[in-house]
C-alpha cells in the first residue's frame, strides 16, 4: 500500500469518533492517524454532503465542542482550523481567520457556508469554529482559481466552503453519535491563541492509504 491523500479529521465523542470530509477517505484500503500503522475504522459515510464518520480505539485527549444554536450570521469572525500542504507547512497544524461572506455554498448550496478563511490542499475535513471555538462547520473545497480565471478572466480569492452546522449535527445525530454542544454559560469570546490551542487538542491528521 501507498498513501494517497491526507487530510484533517476532529474528535468529535469521547468514544473516538473522528468526522472528517468522505472525499479524504474515499475509496482507502485502510485509513490512519498520522505516525500511526494501526488503521481508524470507517464508519457511514453522506455522499451527497462529503462527510466521513471515523472512529479510533480508545479515548481522545479532547473533543470538539459544537455551537448550541443553528444562528450563524453573514459576516460573523470564523477561523479554520487544519493541516495544509503537510511536509511545506507547519506540522503542528495552521489556523486560518476569515469572516463568514455566504450563508450558502457553491451554486446556492444551502448545505454549505462561504468563508473567507484562507484554505489550501489538506484542509479538507477541519474544524470552522466561532468566536467562542466552537464548531459551525466542516471545511469541505476552496473554488478552482484556474478553472474560473479561464473562463472569467479574473482570479478569485479566498472563496473558500465548509458544511454548514445543521447538516453537519444532522449527519452526527442520524449516526447516534454523542457529540458536546456549547450551553448558556458559553458567553465569552476567545481570542485566537485561545482557539488555536485548544483545536490543536482534537484535530488530527488522516491519511488514506491505498
Given at each position: 500500500?501507498?498513501?494517497?491523500?491526507?487530510?484533517?479529521?476532529?474528535?468529535?465523542?469521547?468514544?473516538?469518533?473522528?468526522?472528517?470530509?468522505?472525499?479524504?477517505?474515499?475509496?482507502?484500503?485502510?485509513?490512519?492517524?498520522?505516525?500511526?500503522?494501526?488503521p481508524l475504522k470507517v464508519l457511514p459515510q453522506d455522499e451527497v454532503n462529503d462527510l466521513a464518520l471515523?472512529?479510533?480505539?480508545?479515548?481522545?485527549?479532547?473533543?470538539?465542542?459544537?455551537?448550541?444554536?443553528?444562528?450563524?450570521?453573514?459576516?460573523?469572525?470564523?477561523?479554520?482550523?487544519?493541516?495544509?500542504?503537510?511536509?511545506?507547512?507547519?506540522?503542528?497544524?495552521?489556523?486560518?481567520?476569515?469572516?463568514?461572506?455566504?450563508?450558502?455554498?457553491?451554486?446556492?448550496?444551502?448545505?454549505?457556508?462561504?468563508?473567507?478563511?484562507?484554505?489550501?490542499?489538506?484542509?479538507?475535513?477541519?474544524?470552522?469554529?466561532?468566536?467562542?471555538?466552537?464548531?459551525?462547520?466542516?471545511?469541505?473545497?476552496?473554488?478552482?482559481?484556474?478553472?474560473?480565471?479561464?473562463?472569467?478572466?479574473?482570479?478569485p480569492q479566498n472563496v473558500n466552503f465548509a458544511i454548514n452546522e445543521s447538516t453537519t449535527r444532522a449527519?452526527?445525530?442520524?449516526?447516534?453519535?454523542?457529540?458536546?454542544?456549547?450551553?448558556?454559560?458559553?458567553?465569552?469570546?476567545?481570542?485566537?491563541?485561545?482557539?488555536?490551542?485548544?483545536?490543536?487538542?482534537?484535530?488530527?491528521?488522516?491519511?488514506?492509504?491505498?
Amino acid at each position: 500500500m501507498e498513501k494517497a491523500v491526507v487530510g484533517t479529521a476532529f474528535f468529535v465523542s469521547k468514544q473516538g469518533h473522528l468526522l472528517t470530509n468522505r472525499h479524504v477517505v474515499r475509496d482507502c484500503r485502510q485509513v490512519r492517524l498520522t505516525g500511526s500503522d494501526k488503521p481508524l475504522k470507517v464508519l457511514p459515510q453522506d455522499e451527497v454532503n462529503d462527510l466521513a464518520l471515523l472512529q479510533m480505539t480508545g479515548k481522545p485527549k479532547a473533543v470538539a465542542v459544537f455551537r448550541a444554536a443553528n444562528d450563524l450570521r453573514q459576516g460573523e469572525s470564523i477561523a479554520a482550523y487544519g493541516y495544509p500542504l503537510l511536509g511545506a507547512l507547519a506540522a503542528g497544524g495552521n489556523l486560518s481567520p476569515g469572516v463568514v461572506s455566504a450563508l450558502a455554498g457553491l451554486g446556492n448550496n444551502t448545505s454549505q457556508i462561504q468563508i473567507t478563511a484562507p484554505v489550501q490542499q489538506g484542509n479538507s475535513g477541519g474544524p470552522v469554529l466561532d468566536g467562542k471555538g466552537q464548531v459551525v462547520g466542516v471545511v469541505v473545497q476552496k473554488l478552482d482559481a484556474v478553472k474560473v480565471a479561464k473562463l472569467t478572466g479574473d482570479v478569485p480569492q479566498n472563496v473558500n466552503f465548509a458544511i454548514n452546522e445543521s447538516t453537519t449535527r444532522a449527519f452526527l445525530d442520524s449516526n447516534q453519535v454523542e457529540y458536546t454542544t456549547g450551553g448558556w454559560w458559553d458567553f465569552w469570546q476567545k481570542d485566537l491563541v485561545e482557539i488555536s490551542e485548544d483545536a490543536r487538542a482534537y484535530t488530527v491528521v488522516v491519511e488514506c492509504w491505498k
